[in-house]
T-cell receptor
Framework: AQSVTQPDIHITVSEGASLELRCNYSYGATPYLFWYVQSPGQGLQLLLKYFSGDTLVQGIKGFEAEFKRSQSSFNLRKPSVHWSDAAEYFCAVGDTGTASKLTFGTGTRLQVTL | GAVVSQHPSWVICKSGTSVKIECRSLDFQATTMFWYRQFPKQSLMLMATSNEGSKATYEQGVEKDKFLINHASLTLSTLTVTSAHPEDSSFYIC???????????FGSGTRLTVV
């Protein structure tokens, strides 16, 4: 069964600083990987996804992620964080064999200081 | 873009009563919908997969008789929490496949509090 690990429960960065959120996955084949963002009391918004091809994926809101098969990682990055980026971020892996199920990591809460 | 409308946004109910949560696809047909549960400061756990016109598929450990899922049309799936207890208090989120295999749109969630 697939699994996702987000090692950092909580990260605090200053506005304007760069950001990297870590995600490691376990999956038998080539994974489908996703990053979602959740504001308090809200649903999830897709930031970006990787299915195949270029391992550097560009998403919305200036985010990007890089798929590294050798490290089983799919880390999310942003060069300059804005205060509005404060939220919960979830990495997820898609199970291609089971009705498109998503398995989520435990999430990383991002706090942005001014 | 595709929109999934989830209602209510929040609900408070007494222990022992039942609560229905609706998830509607507003501008597309959703053959498959997913129901998740999220405890405070935790991740989303898939409860069940709902397919239009057929029985839902529940994840291991989820009580199908307690969490009734109905997907009677291509635009509506409902989750009914029967005989709710305080431990059922949680944030419930639905999602629908909107684009290919892994194009999802999520509802805004329902905060259920059982008192």
């Amino acid at each position: 069964a697939q699994s996702v690990t987000q090692p950092d429960i909580h990260i605090t960065v200053s506005e304007g600083a760069s950001l990297e959120l870590r995600c490691n996955y376990s999956y038998g084949a080539t994974p489908y990987l996703f990053w979602y963002v959740q504001s308090p009391g809200q649903g999830l918004q897709l930031l970006l996804k990787y299915f195949s091809g270029d391992t550097l994926v560009q998403g919305i809101k200036g985010f990007e992620a890089e798929f590294k098969r050798s490290q089983s990682s799919f880390n999310l990055r942003k060069p300059s964080v804005h205060w509005s980026d404060a939220a919960e971020y979830f990495c997820a892996v898609g199970d291609t064999g089971t009705a498109s199920k998503l398995t989520f990591g435990t999430g990383t809460r991002l706090q942005v200081t001014l | 873009g595709a929109v999934v409308s989830q209602h209510p946004s929040w609900v408070i109910c007494k222990s022992g009563t039942s609560v229905k949560i609706e998830c509607r696809s507003l501008d597309f047909q959703a053959t498959t919908m997913f129901w998740y549960r999220q405890f405070p400061k935790q991740s989303l756990m898939l409860m069940a997969t709902s397919n239009e016109g057929s029985k839902a598929t529940y994840e291991q450990g989820v009580e199908k008789d307690k969490f009734l899922i109905n997907h009677a049309s291509l635009t509506l799936s409902t989750l009914t929490v029967t005989s709710a207890h305080p431990e059922d208090s949680s944030f419930y989120i639905c999602s629908a496949i909107t684009d290919g295999t892994f194009g999802y749109t999520f509802g805004s969630g329902t905060r259920l509090t059982v008192v």
